[in-house]
T-cell receptor, first 115, second 116 residues
Framework: SQTIHQWPATLVQPVGSPLSLECTVE??????LYWYRQAAGRGLQLLFY??????ISSEVPQNLSASRPQDRQFILSSKKLLLSDSGFYLC??????????????FGEGSRLTVL | AQKVTQAQTEISVVEKEDVTLDCVYE???????LFWYKQPPSGELVFLIR??????QNEISGRYSWNFQKSTSSFNFTITASQVVDSAVYFC?????????????FGTGTRLTIIP
């Protein structure tokens, strides 16, 4: 079964600084990959998803960008962080199977605080 | 468009009580998938169950059970004899079946607190 690794687990960044969150997947190939953000005490907001290398779909206009340089690597970036970028970022992997599997498997999350 | 509603924002029950988490969904698809996830205090979302829309059999897994009723567009989750370890935020989600329709739409979650 697949394993999703995210890092860093926690980071505190000043407003205006750049950001790079990395997600790597083990144990599967050609997965769909997702970035979600969860504000404190809130639900999950889908930020980006990718069905393959270099293919990124953005769900909401924002200060963030995503890239997928390799099949099992998904990166979330920002050139200049805003206070509103604070939150808990979750990477998820989806392997579409003949049995109809659609479930997402999540990484441990990265908690970002922008000061 | 798809929508998932979890009307219960927070629930508190005393340990060993049964508790049901409600989930109501909207979709124009005739076939779809429904899911439940658990988010413990550590933050990582844990997959609990996937249900296909053409299978309305209720499912039981230990103390967990799920009641899928297509007629009322509901997919409720019951924990029997609750334990403190069940304290978490629970999310219900919905996805399509066809290619290009795989994204999950999540509800806003229900925070469940089990009081010892």
């Amino acid at each position: 079964s697949q394993t999703i690794h995210q890092w860093p687990a926690t980071l505190v960044q000043p407003v205006g600084s750049p950001l790079s969150l990395e997600c790597t997947v083990e144990g599967t190939s050609n997965p769909n990959l997702y970035w979600y953000r969860q504000a404190a005490g809130r639900g999950l907001q889908l930020l980006f998803y990718s069905v393959g290398i270099g293919q990124i779909s953005s769900e909401v206009p924002q200060n963030l960008s995503a890239s997928r340089p390799q099949d099992r690597q998904f990166i979330l970036s920002s050139k200049k962080l805003l206070l509103s970028d604070s939150g808990f970022y979750l990477c998820a992997c989806q392997k579409l199977g003949l049995a109809g599997s659609r479930e997402l498997f999540f990484g441990e999350g990265s908690r970002l605080t922008v000061l | 468009a798809q929508k998932v509603t979890q009307a219960q924002t927070e629930i508190s029950v005393v340990e060993k009580e049964d508790v049901t988490l409600d989930c109501v969904y909207e979709t124009r698809d005739t076939t779809y998938y429904l899911f439940w996830y658990k988010q413990p205090p550590s933050g990582e979302l844990v997959f609990l169950i996937r249900r296909n829309s053409f299978d309305e059999q209720n499912e039981i897994s230990g103390r967990y059970s799920w009641n899928f009723q297509k007629s009322t567009s509901s997919f409720n989750f019951t924990i029997t004899a609750s334990q403190v370890v069940d304290s978490a935020v629970y999310f219900c989600a919905l996805s399509g079946v066809t290619f290009g329709n795989e994204k999950l739409t999540f509800g806003t979650g229900t925070r469940l607190t089990i009081i010892p």
